[in-house]
């Protein structure tokens, strides 16, 4: 076993990958696996909570797979969720160590509700209220060190916290580890057609950049990006800018954002080179990551090795899970 610290973060399979979600979350998964002990789940059960087509399911859990090796993910450190039900069972567990009212409370299930009371049936699932608790599950069925969290996640991290220490309250022993908080730097990216929303394919097709688009419509869309009209007064930077700014220093164009920042506060910045400059930077890195999903699509042992990853994985949460069900009393089979 490694000495490093443990991480766990996952990522729903939503189909392909956005700029928001690279920037917001990948890129930093890559860069964390020199120094942590990594395990990333692609959680297809949590893609059940709001309504989804079985065969697009499957789909896009596979289609996110290969995206992610392909902006560099070791397949060593990749799990499919539904392939470990040591994580649905645990939830079971949990869920009579969680709050009701805790969970009431949670910011992400009254936004999600929301918009599903407003589809044709109404249909509110369970599993999206209950869903934080398999969150939980997910971090402690690994016994993680550590959770990459941006402030969206915060509420759903305290409550895996607060059902470790009522666990371990109640079977007197300090059994699971209370999980941390991995605060580094994340990158919030928003729509270039509206700044005041999210980079998100829930939104439409015009407000997400795919990694794996074409170079020409990646320009296209970078070239039609929301501005401001009017010239620099010296006051706030408009929302549709600063994102600008904020694509090009994420792609680690440093030079080339001091630069145009100095123009920008001198009042001499033409939004034209600006947008020219964020759009070759977002290719650059989109031809490097398509150039490697190209060569995965070749790779027909993919499957079998990620299905490897995720059995050796489960070997971890099957051992969790025979000594949380040992301490609470509960029967185990052998594996």
């Not at 069972?89 to 929301?114: H, P, V």
């Not at 991290?157 to 580094?184: D, H, S, W």
Request: contains cysteine; proline residues 4%.
């Amino acid at each position: 076993m490694s000495d490093k610290k443990r991480v766990l973060s996952c990522i729903q399979p939503t189909g392909d990958m956005h700029f928001g979600n690279y920037f917001g979350a990948v890129k930093n998964w890559v860069e964390l696996q020199a120094t942590y002990e990594c395990m990333y789940g692609v959680v297809d059960y949590h893609a059940m909570t709001m309504p989804f087509n079985p065969i697009k399911l499957r789909e896009n859990t596979w289609e996110l797979i290969f995206n992610l090796m392909a902006v560099g993910i070791e397949p060593q450190n990749l799990f499919i969720q539904s392939l470990v039900p040591e994580h649905t069972e645990l939830c079971w567990i949990f869920n009579c160590f969680a709050s009701y009212g805790q969970l009431s409370r949670m910011t992400q299930f009254k936004d999600k509700s929301a918009t599903s009371a407003e589809g044709e049936d109404g249909f509110i699932s369970a599993g999206l209220f209950d869903y934080p608790v398999l969150q939980a599950a997910d971090i402690c069925v690994y016994r993680a060190d550590y959770v990459p969290v941006g402030k969206d996640q915060e509420q759903h991290l305290e409550l895996a916290r607060n059902i470790v220490q009522r666990f371990n309250n109640q079977v007197g022993k300090e059994y699971l580890i209370m999980p941390e908080p991995l605060y580094t730097e994340f990158t919030k990216i928003t729509s270039t057609a509206d700044p005041s929303r999210k980079m998100s394919k829930s939104a439409g097709e015009k407000h997400y950049i795919s990694l794996f688009s074409d170079s020409d419509k990646i320009r296209k869309q970078v070239r039609s990006a929301v501005t401001d009209t009017g010239e620099n007064t010296g006051g706030e930077m408009s929302p549709g800018v600063k994102n600008l700014f904020e694509l090009l220093k994420a792609c680690e164009k440093i030079e080339t954002y001091t630069a145009l920042k100095a123009d920008y506060d001198a009042g001499n910045l033409k939004y034209a080179p600006l947008k020219e400059a964020v759009a070759e930077a977002l290719v650059e890195i989109s031809e490097a990551v398509r150039s490697k999903r190209a060569e995965l699509n070749t790779r027909k042992e993919v499957k079998e090795e990620i299905k490897a990853s995720s059995a050796q994985i489960r070997e971890r949460a099957q051992h969790t899970l025979r000594n949380v069900k040992e301490l609470s009393g509960l029967l185990n089979v052998k594996y």
